[in-house]
């Protein structure tokens, strides 16, 4: 059954307007016989007549199995009727199953602006459908102008690929048909990033759902996740602002961790670098001691000096003396021993020569009295003991024990001293002075 049919002198009619839309009565067409009005969707004759709770609507007398107006249910009926009624409480005008003029769209009620244009298309969309072809049928209302809001009684998929209101019809007589879902507000409390957002779908009467939509108070929108419904641009603006203040935060995050990674890269780049610097470094010195060991080993083949202790000797040597050193070379001159220069650590002064190692006790002869000797072990001072001429000083640096002894060596043929020290020893206790590495207050090499 449906809402309209055509006369063909009067035109169409819709048993839902007092007038049928054409300026005629009910009483015009209700039981008058030989009446010849045709179905709009099949061109069947149709007959006027009213449900036991006064609907008006018309019918088929036989049911064509391919009419969709005369095989639509009864909820669907009810539906479109509350659609159109609904819209002409919110002051506009409806009409009732209207199809366009190439017949390729027909909507359950359709709404015309002001300018008499049709603007907007309510369809009451009871029958299952695939989310496709809701969105087809939409489109194809779009490009004619025409906007449409699906209206369904059940959660279906395709509810969320266009706007669509789902309604509840009304559990008594009297009561108003409710929408359940597809009208939603937007909620965020407190307005920080911290604060509860999420949209919500509220509950109101179909009618002023309807009256919000046509009033353009209410507009489609489209969630993250590609669902559909109708909301205020107030809640638009609010979901916007939501939105630019989460990425806001985001690309403060990301620049921060951009400038984390950054400064690590720059780090590891440092660190790399400092680490290539200190093998250069290291091979530098390692090449700088093999030329070192090199020039120096003469003097070792000369002495006898073990190589291995070399390193420890020189800790010792400056440990004692508390200034920075750098051996010369050999000198005849002091008994072919190898030169010590000297300088005080921190300051640009130029070295000094301020000792002499492990030189020659056959060359002791008129030996300097004021340059100190430096010896790496006992065996050493007792052959300058045994050699010496002149006066010496001599510092015994172990590198096996890591103590460092300062002696006084007297000319073994001075009477004097011989008289003076005894027959078993050569130098007085007060003139020895003994320390382990490190210790305070220890006297070293001459400058």
């Known amino acids: 059954m449906g809402y309209t049919a055509v006369h063909p002198v009067w035109g169409r009619l819709d048993a839902s307007l007092d007038d049928l839309g054409c300026g005629r009565t009910w009483a015009d067409v209700h039981r008058v016989k030989g009446l010849g009005l045709a179905c709009p969707e099949c061109g069947g004759r149709v007959f006027a007549r009213a449900s036991q709770h006064g609907l008006r609507h018309f019918y088929h007398r036989v049911r064509p199995p391919d009419c969709e107006l005369a ?13 159109a009624v609904a819209a002409r409480a919110a002051g506009w005008r409806a009409e009732l199953e209207v199809s366009s003029e190439l017949r390729d769209w027909r909507a359950d009620v359709l709404v015309f602006d002001e300018q008499g244009r049709p603007f907007m298309a309510l369809e009451a969309q009871l029958s299952p459908v695939t989310p496709d072809e809701a969105r087809m049928r939409t489109d194809r209302y779009a490009r004619d102008g025409v906007a449409v809001c699906w209206v369904a009684m059940q959660d279906r998929p395709w509810a969320r690929a266009v706007p669509t209101l789902r309604v509840r019809a009304p559990a008594e007589r009297g009561e108003a048909w409710t929408v359940r879902h597809g009208l939603a507000r937007y909620t965020w409390i407190p307005r920080t990033l911290k604060g509860k957002a999420k949209w919500e779908h509220i509950t109101c009467p179909l009618g002023d ?65 400092a680490a290539e610097q200190r093998a250069l470094d290291r091979q530098a010195d390692l090449e700088k001691r093999q030329a070192e060991m090199e020039r120096l080993n003469g003097f070792f083949q000369r002495t006898g000096f073990d190589l291995t202790a ?64 430096l010896v790496p072990d006992h065996t050493w001072l007792a052959r300058l003991r045994a050699a010496a001429r002149v006066p010496l000083r001599v510092a015994v640096l172990d590198p096996r024990t890591g103590r460092i002894t300062f002696d006084r060596v007297h000319p073994v043929l001075d009477p004097v001293a011989r008289d003076r020290i005894g027959p078993d020893e050569h130098t007085p206790p007060h003139a020895r002075q003994t320390h382990t590495d490190g210790s305070p207050g220890v006297p070293g090499p001459a400058a």
């Open 71 to 83: 095989n639509e249910s009864q909820a669907h009926h009810l539906l479109k009727l509350e659609l």
């Open 209 to 273: 759902a309807l009256a919000w939509i046509l009033h353009e108070r209410v507009r489609v929108h489209t969630g993250v996740n590609g669902t559909v419904w109708w909301t205020a641009p107030v809640y638009e603006e609010l979901a916007l602002a939501r939105a630019r203040m989460e990425a806001d935060a985001k690309a403060t995050g990301q620049a921060a961790a951009a400038k984390r990674r950054r400064e690590e890269t720059a780090a590891a780049d440092r660190r790399r670098r």
């Open 310 to 373: 070399w390193d420890t000797f020189t800790r010792l040597v400056r440990s004692a003396s508390g200034k920075a050193i750098v051996y010369g070379e050999e000198s005849r001159r002091y008994g072919n021993g190898l030169l010590v220069h000297a300088r005080p650590r921190g300051t640009g002064d130029g070295y000094t020569l301020a000792a002499v190692v492990c030189p020659d006790p056959a060359a002791l002869i008129r030996w300097p009295e004021k340059l100190d000797i």
